[in-house]
C-alpha cells in the first residue's frame, strides 16, 4: 500500500523504512485501524482502562511491534507531546511508537536497527503511562505506573526480558525481578541525555542488542 505524495519516504504503510512516518495522517489511520487485531487487542483494552481510571491522555501500543507476542519489552519513562493525538499545531500520532515525530522516537527507531532487534519481538511502553502536559513525573505518578507496569506485564505471555530506559523507568526494576524477568537498564535516547552524556548515549544500542540475545531461543 503506497502513500499517496510520500512514495520516496513511507513506501508502505505497514513497513516504515525511515523514522518520523507518524507524522503523515494516512500512516495513524492504518495503526488506528489495526488497534483490534488479536496480538494488539489486550493491551489496546488495558490503554483505555487506564484512561478512564486515571482521567489522562494514555497514547496505544504501537501495532506494528509485537504485542503480547513480543520477546521483550522496552519500558520507557513518560509519554512526551508528539504521543498526544489531541496536541494543537503539530499533531502528535496517539501511540507510543518508534515512528513518532521527534527525536528520542527518532533515536529509538535507528538504535532498534542498530541492534538488529526485529520488531516483532518488541513492545513498548512507559512506566509513566498517561501525558498530562508536563514531561516532569512526581512521586505519586511513579507509584501508580509501576502498579500499572504489572497489570502489564501479566498480559505478555511471552517476554521475559525487559530493557528498563532511564532512571525513572528503573524504579520497576524490584517488580520486573520478582516476576522472574531478566532486567536491564539503559540511557534514555533523548536529545538531553545526548548533548549531557554522549558516551552513555552511544552505548544505547549495544545494550539493547545484548538484552536481546539474551533470550533463549524457542
Do not use: C
Amino acid at each position: 500500500m503506497i502513500i499517496q505524495g510520500h512514495q520516496r519516504e513511507y513506501p508502505s504503510l505497514l513497513r516504515p523504512v525511515s523514522p518520523r512516518s507518524m507524522r503523515v495522517p494516512e500512516v495513524r489511520a492504518a495503526r488506528l485501524a489495526m488497534l483490534d487485531q488479536p496480538h494488539i487487542q489486550p493491551l489496546s483494552a488495558l490503554a483505555a482502562d487506564i484512561r478512564a481510571q486515571q482521567h489522562v491522555e494514555v497514547p496505544e501500543f504501537d501495532p506494528l511491534d509485537g504485542g503480547i507476542d513480543a520477546r521483550i519489552l522496552f519500558l520507557f519513562e513518560k509519554p512526551g507531546p508528539m504521543t498526544s493525538a489531541s496536541r494543537t499545531g503539530k499533531a502528535g500520532s496517539g501511540f507510543i511508537s518508534r515512528d513518532n515525530d521527534d527525536p528520542s522516537a527518532e533515536a529509538t527507531f535507528r538504535f532498534m536497527e542498530t541492534a538488529g532487534i526485529p520488531r516483532e519481538d518488541t513492545v513498548t511502553w512507559n512506566v509513566v503511562p498517561g501525558w498530562n502536559g508536563t514531561r516532569k513525573i512526581t512521586a505519586q505518578e511513579l507509584a501508580a505506573g509501576v502498579a500499572d507496569a504489572k497489570r502489564l506485564l501479566e498480559r505478555l505471555h511471552a517476554a521475559r526480558t525487559v530493557v528498563l530506559v532511564g532512571k525513572k523507568a528503573a524504579r520497576a526494576t524490584k517488580l520486573f525481578s520478582s516476576a522472574g524477568f531478566a532486567v536491564f537498564e539503559s540511557p534514555h535516547p533523548s536529545p538531553l541525555v545526548r548533548a549531557k552524556y554522549p558516551e552513555r548515549w552511544s552505548q544505547i544500542p549495544d545494550i539493547w542488542r545484548a538484552a536481546y540475545k539474551s533470550i533463549p531461543k524457542a
